[in-house]
């Protein structure tokens, strides 16, 4: 990682913590944000093996 991300993301992080929410809501945001995007992965992945055997 180069100094300029850890600093972007230093500077991120002090904005956020700055507006009210703290940290951990943010982290805790993002987190659900990641398994959401989980879901929608395993949701296509799927599709794409139904669309594979539909093929054959």
Same mark, same amino acid.
């Given at each position: 990682? !180069? *100094? %300029? /991300?850890?600093?972007? !993301?230093?500077?991120?992080? $002090?904005?956020?913590? %700055?507006?009210?929410?703290?940290? /951990?809501?943010?982290?805790? $945001?993002?987190?659900?944000e990641i398994l959401e995007i989980k879901e929608q992965m395993k949701k296509l992945a =799927? =599709?794409? *093996?139904?669309?594979?055997?539909? =093929?054959?």
């Amino acid at each position: 990682m !180069c *100094v %300029s /991300q850890k600093t972007r !993301c230093y500077i991120a992080g $002090k904005v956020a913590a %700055s507006q009210h929410g703290s940290l /951990q809501d943010l982290v805790t $945001k993002q987190q659900q944000e990641i398994l959401e995007i989980k879901e929608q992965m395993k949701k296509l992945a =799927k =599709k794409l *093996v139904v669309q594979e055997q539909e =093929k054959v």
